[in-house]
């Protein structure tokens, strides 16, 4: 059962949009490539790979965090964009 009717996002009769903002409070996993804070992928020995980035589900934010096994659908969403920003961010810059 959803609790929400799929739909545009930008759809003005389902708005407004609500910002949420996050801070790493915790790091945990559920596989995948390993990374550091700005989410560069580390070697075997746990260096960074120049110019490899991983964000979201393939970083194994994919219901990782703080939500746990209490994670609903679509509340590791934040995460996985938290994540990329904080990538394409280190990237940039």
């Given at each position: 059962?959803?609790?929400?009717?799929?739909?545009?996002i930008l759809?003005?009769?389902?708005?407004?949009?609500?910002?949420?903002?996050?801070?790493?409070?915790?790091?945990?996993t559920l596989?995948?490539?390993?990374?550091?804070?700005?989410?560069?992928?580390?070697?075997?020995?746990?260096?960074?790979?120049?110019?490899?980035?991983?964000?979201?589900?393939?970083?194994?934010?994919?219901?990782?965090?703080?939500?746990?096994?209490?994670?609903?659908?679509?509340?590791?969403?934040?995460?996985c964009i938290?994540?990329?920003?904080?990538?394409?961010?280190?990237?940039?810059?």
């Amino acid at each position: 059962m959803r609790t929400a009717k799929p739909h545009k996002i930008l759809d003005p009769e389902n708005g407004p949009l609500i910002a949420v903002r996050l801070n790493v409070l915790t790091r945990k996993t559920l596989g995948g490539l390993h990374t550091n804070l700005d989410g560069q992928v580390l070697d075997a020995s746990g260096e960074p790979v120049p110019g490899l980035y991983a964000a979201g589900e393939v970083a194994g934010f994919g219901g990782g965090g703080y939500h746990g096994y209490n994670a609903l659908e679509g509340t590791f969403l934040g995460g996985c964009i938290f994540s990329g920003r904080c990538a394409g961010r280190h990237a940039a810059g």
